[in-house]
T-cell receptor, first 116, second 110 residues
Framework: ETGVTQTPRHLVMGMTNKKSLKCEQH?????MYWYKQSAKKPLELMFV???????ENNSVPSRFSPECPNSSHLFLHLHTLQPEDSALYLC???????????????FGDGTRLSIL | DAKTTQPNSMESNEEEPVHLPCNHS???????IHWYRQLPSQGPEYVIH???SNVNNRMASLAIAEDRKSSTLILHRATLRDAAVYYC???????????FGKGTHLIIQP
């Protein structure tokens, strides 16, 4: 039990489908993150939210749309994805991203996404 | 975040200590040294972090060189469940998230 729960664990979708990934943290943290982990590549930061406000967007294509309705929940809405978007999508949380760098991030186990 | 350098892979025997090295010669004064590990089919797991002094917790120990240009993660008694990819990351705070490299793939032999 990591304190960060992601659903679904696996998702297969066509390029024209619309789906959403969900992340929930039970740690009382104020910052949440989306990362992408492609095969044989390091984790890449996609989005950062602090107190439900987006503070970082690492040039992610608009077919990925994040939403943070409150400090415990984070969504990643997907539409018109490409085969190269197949990857493990990881959610993480931390106390706050703006403090000094002594705050660990806590990760969920990810959603394995496959685009047909 | 500044760059770190780690060996691609290491192998050790079960129940023996493991020393995982990390070089970070361009570390700045405000960067904390973090270690995470990722087991197969799981997300990264926080292991330990430190700034200048050596640190111990229930999972591992972190030894930091006096000039802070390198550090070593120490697993005192490796088990098969410690087989994972270990990432050494510098965290200077801010909104940049964590910058992961390729890490060290630790193999534990029974």
């Amino acid at each position: 039990e990591t304190g960060v729960t992601q659903t679904p664990r696996h998702l297969v979708m066509g390029m024209t489908n619309k789906k959403s990934l969900k992340c929930e943290q039970h740690l009382g943290h104020n910052a949440m993150y989306w990362y992408k982990q492609s095969a044989k590549k390091p984790l890449e930061l996609m989005f950062v939210y602090s107190l439900e406000e987006r503070v970082e967007n690492n040039s992610v294509p608009s077919r990925f749309s994040p939403e943070c309705p409150n400090s415990s929940h984070l969504f990643l809405h997907l539409h018109t994805l490409q085969p190269e978007d197949s990857a493990l999508y990881l959610c993480a949380s931390s106390q706050s991203p703006y403090r000094v760098g002594n705050q660990p991030q806590h990760f969920g186990d990810g959603t394995r996404l496959s685009i047909l | 975040d500044a760059k770190t350098t780690q060996p691609n892979s290491m192998e050790s025997n079960e129940e023996e200590p493991v020393h995982l090295p990390c070089n970070h010669s361009t570390i700045s004064g405000t960067d904390y040294i973090h270690w995470y590990r990722q087991l197969p089919s799981q997300g990264p797991e926080y292991v330990i972090h430190g700034l200048t002094s050596n640190v111990n917790n229930r999972m591992a120990s972190l030894a930091i060189a006096e000039d802070r240009k390198s550090s070593t993660l120490i697993l005192h008694r490796a088990t098969l469940r410690d087989a994972a990819v270990y990432y050494c990351i510098l965290n200077g705070g801010g909104a940049d998230g964590l910058t992961f490299g390729k890490g060290t793939h630790l193999i534990i032999q029974p």
